[in-house]
């Protein structure tokens, strides 16, 4: 596809269950990130990927969350045992990193909005 | 202290007059980007412009442009002839350690400023 996706784009779900957000970045993308956004606020940095390498999750906020990347392509951000401070959109973003890396820039996928009920 | 700093939670400006949104960061690395987003309300996060630490000249998109003052720290974006769908939420953001070969590292971002153009 043209841009980043990610699906779903809203997720309900009850408090203690498990959710699986997905993230396809634009073809040929090697960087890619995961951010939170809560209301009214800027996206904060969770974890990105170089390839499938994991560079960096300084940003995930504790164990129930994780994240994976087994082909260097699509990725998936895990939450187990969700709670009500879980809600919040979830956004993707990749960069192509091929070249010095200077000007490159993070393209944002629309979004999942997470609600835990 | 914060990384990003925008102290203009909301802005209302007439449709075709120009525009600063302010823009501060703190940072102690030589090198760094600063970027600049925009949120409308379908909630896309759309890029905007890129300035590098090291670019002599201020960075020009169309209608956009960012008044980098190095000693200042201050990445300001500029809209110039306003228009209706400018209205959106705008995002400055930092990138450290510019210029490693795999240096995309994460974007710190601002709290936003709500641009209104009104008609």
């Known amino acids: 596809g043209a841009g980043v996706s990610q699906s779903p784009r809203y997720k309900v779900t009850k408090r203690g269950q498990d959710v699986a957000l997905r993230c396809d970045p634009i073809s040929g993308h090697v960087s890619l990130y995961w951010y939170r956004q809560a209301l009214g606020q800027g996206p904060e940095f969770l974890t990105y990927f170089n390839y499938e390498a994991q560079q960096d999750k300084s940003g995930l906020p504790n164990d129930r969350f994780s994240a994976e990347r087994p082909e260097g392509s699509i990725s998936t951000l895990t939450i187990q045992r969700t709670e009500q401070r879980d809600s919040a959109m979830y956004r993707c973003a990749s960069s192509n990193t091929l070249g010095q890396g200077r000007t490159d820039t993070q393209y944002f996928g629309p979004g999942t909005r997470l609600t835990v009920l | 202290a914060q990384k990003i700093t925008q102290t203009q939670p909301g802005m209302f400006v007439q449709e075709k007059e120009a525009v600063t949104l302010d823009c501060t960061y703190d940072?102690?690395?030589?090198?760094?980007?600063l970027f600049w987003y925009k949120q409308p309300s379908s909630g896309e996060m759309i890029f905007l412009i890129y300035?590098?630490?090291?670019?002599?000249q201020n960075a020009t998109e169309g209608r956009y442009s960012l008044n980098f003052q190095k000693a200042r720290k201050s990445a300001n974006l500029v809209i110039s002839a306003s228009q209706l769908g400018d209205s959106a939420m705008y995002f400055c953001?930092?990138?450290?350690?510019?210029?490693?070969?795999?240096?995309?590292?994460?974007?710190?971002f601002g709290t936003g400023t709500r641009l209104t153009i009104i008609p």
């Open positions: 300035q590098g630490s090291y670019d002599e």
């Open positions: 953001a930092m990138r450290e350690g510019e210029g490693v070969d795999f240096g995309n590292e994460k974007l710190t």
């Open positions: 940072t102690s690395d030589q090198s760094y980007g």
